[in-house]
């Protein structure tokens, strides 16, 4: 079965971190390249941040730039994203996409381009 799976969300403090974690099933996650998108009640859904099949050249959304950080391992059929210095504007159900792109990225793509999706993993960022 071919799946992503989002892991790693939970309730933090302003000024927290968390790490989340896209795991594949069913096909080779280094012959795709991944985004990650946010989801807050109410408003649409929006990029947050990407990375090519072999990890180079991550791109950020300008509201998480210098806060979050997106990596991969491929071995491990695994990508993440560490979220630091969480905000309470940061809260959302993030989600995890995969596009078959063996380029590397130069721009993150539209969210109607991908492929695959996860279910989602809710954060959220309150005292």
């Known amino acids: 079965q071919t799946q992503l799976v989002e892991s790693g969300g939970g309730l933090v403090q302003p000024g927290g971190s968390l790490r989340l974690s896209c795991a594949a099933s069913g096909f080779i996650l280094g012959f795709y390249a991944i985004g990650w998108f946010r989801q807050a009640p109410g408003k649409e859904r929006e990029g947050v941040s990407c990375i090519s099949s072999k990890g180079g050249s991550p791109i950020y959304a300008d509201s998480v730039k210098g806060r979050f950080t997106i990596s991969r391992d491929n071995a491990k059929n695994r990508v993440y994203l560490q979220m630091n210095s969480l905000k309470p504007e940061d809260t959302a159900v993030y989600y995890c996409?995969?596009?078959?792109?063996?380029?590397?990225?130069?721009?993150?793509?539209?969210?109607?381009?991908?492929?695959?999706w996860g279910q989602g993993t809710q954060v959220t960022v309150s005292s």
């Open positions: 996409a995969a596009i078959a792109v063996w380029a590397v990225l130069e721009k993150c793509p539209s969210e109607y381009e991908y492929e695959y």
